[in-house]
C-alpha cells in the first residue's frame, strides 16, 4: 500500500490548523513537516514550536531535518511528538549510525535522506538502522521544483540493495511528485510519496489522495 504525506512547505502560512485539517481530512497518511536552518540549505521554514502544536491533533508528523548537526535536533522534536525524524547523511556524516539509533531509543521512526547527487552507497553501513529512507527527487531547498530523473534510478538500486539484505524500510520520495510521476517513482520501489505544490494545488485533495495511493 502506497503512503502518502503532503507537505507543510506548500501550504497557507496565515493557517497552518487549516493545512493539517486538510490533509487529516483527504485521507493521507502523514503529515510531512520540512525543516530548513538557513545553512544546509538557504531557506528558513519552521521548527519544534510549530511541530508541538500541531502534533496535538495526534495525527502522523514526519520531519524531514534540512538542517546542520542534526543530532542537536533528536530530542527537542521527539519531544514536540514528530512520529519519524529524518536526518540527512551529508549532514550528520559519521555520526549517522549513533544518530539513528537515537532516534529509534526516544520512539520515533529513524529516517534518513540523500540528496540526488548523493549516492545510495553512502548509507549503507546504516541500512539496518533505517525504517525509512529519503531518496530526494529534487535539490533539497524549495517547493515547486521539477523531479529530476535520475534520481529514480536511485530509489531502483536501494530497492535492490534492501532486498539482498533482507530489509524492507519505507521507501520515501520528495520534490516533484504529481500525479504524472508519482507512477514512475512507485515502479522505481517508492511506497511513501511526499507532495507539497500538487497536493495543497489540487482541487479535490481526497482525490489527488486517492489516485497516489491506488498506484
Ligand atoms: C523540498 C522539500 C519538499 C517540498 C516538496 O526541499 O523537502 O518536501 O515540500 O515540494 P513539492 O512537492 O512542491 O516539490
Ligand atoms: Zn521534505
Known amino acids: 500500500m502506497i503512503k502518502v504525506a503532503p507537505s507543510l512547505l506548500a501550504s497557507d502560512y ?13 485521507g493521507a497518511d502523514a503529515l510531512h513537516y520540512d525543516v530548513m536552518d538557513g545553512t544546509f540549505v538557504p531557506a528558513i521554514t519552521f521548527g519544534q514550536g510549530l511541530l508541538s502544536r500541531l502534533s496535538t491533533r495526534g495525527f502522523p508528523i514526519d520531519a524531514h531535518l534540512m538542517t546542520i548537526h542534526p543530532e542537536k535536533h533528536i ?20 555520526a549517522l549510525c549513533d544518530i539513528l539509533r537515537r532516534i529509534r531509543a526516544r520512539g520515533c521512526l529513524a529516517g534518513v535522506s540523500v540528496k540526488p547527487f548523493t549516492s545510495v552507497d553512502a548509507i549503507s553501513d ?32 536501494l530497492r535492490g540493495l534492501c532486498r539482498e539484505r533482507g530489509l524492507d524500510p519505507i521507501i520515501e520520495v520528495d520534490g516533484g511528485i504529481n500525479t504524472e510521476t508519482a507512477p514512475l517513482a512507485v515502479n522505481a520501489g517508492a511506497n511513501m510519496l511526499v507532495a507539497g505544490s500538487a497536493f495543497f494545488k489540487a482541487e479535490d485533495p481526497a482525490a489527488f489522495v486517492r489516485t497516489l495511493k491506488q498506484i
Request: contains cysteine.
Open 126 to 157: 546504516c541500512l539496518e538502522l533505517c525504517d525509512l529512507v529519503l531518496i530526494m527527487t529534487v535539490e533539497p531547498g524549495k517547493g515547486g521544483q521539477k523531479l529530476i530523473p535520475f534520481t529514480l534510478e536511485k530509489v531502483k538500486r
Open 14 to 26: 496565515a493557517a497552518f490548523g487549516d493545512a493539517l485539517e486538510k490533509v487529516i481530512s483527504s
Open 75 to 94: 530530542d527537542s522534536f521527539a519531544d514536540a511528538g514528530a512520529r519519524c525524524i529524518t536526518v540527512h547523511q551529508e549532514a550528520a556524516g559519521f
